[in-house]
């Protein structure tokens, strides 16, 4: 998994880039705010500068990429809050939600009695049914994520680190029914 902790004592991505802490942005503004730095902090503009604001530019350009990174992939973004808003709080990596993952193996196992001669039809019915599940626990993080970001309450924070172990299930059963 990325590694997408900040450092002590520098401004958040949701700061360096305009936008409030909460996991709906507006990809609008991060682009424009990208293209606009991008200029701002390329280190090539430091060409001649002494070598200390060379490697000063170089850290700033780094830390900005990073956050740009992690903020336009949804997934990122939100472990990236998630860790802001439990700000040191200790979560429960492996919960899941009750009954998920029977859920889980029934799907799994749908896939595995597909086999090679399965039609296209009962390979897609099953890629939509995950599709959709996955799409119902994204919808459901925003609202999480909504509470949380007003009221980090420890049981909200872990809602929101189940609801992203659920993500990581359904994405590689969608995976494997992409690879299969």
């Known amino acids: 998994m990325t590694d997408v902790t900040q450092q002590p004592g520098t401004p958040d991505h949701f700061a360096r880039f305009g936008l409030e802490r909460r996991f709906a942005i507006d990809e609008q503004v991060l682009e424009a705010a990208h293209q606009r730095m991008s200029l701002e902090l390329h280190p090539d ?29 949804p997934t990122l973004r939100a472990q990236y809050l998630l860790r802001l808003l439990a700000d040191g709080r200790e979560l ?77 299930y359904l994405q590689r059963l969608l995976d494997r029914l992409s690879d299969d």
């Open 92 to 168: 429960d990596t492996e919960a899941l939600p009750g009954g998920f993952l029977q859920e889980i193996f029934l799907l799994q196992e749908a896939v595995d009695e597909l086999g090679e001669a399965a039609a296209g039809t009962e390979r897609e019915a099953l890629r939509q049914d995950a599709d959709q599940r996955l799409g119902a626990v994204w919808d459901d993080l925003g609202g999480l994520f909504d509470a949380a970001v007003a009221d980090p309450t420890p049981e909200r924070l872990q809602a929101i680190q189940s609801q992203l172990n659920c993500s990581k």
């Open 45 to 73: 503009f430091f060409a001649a500068a002494p070598e200390a604001e060379r490697l000063a530019a170089e850290r700033r350009a780094a830390a900005f990429n990073e956050g740009y990174r992690i903020l336009r992939s």
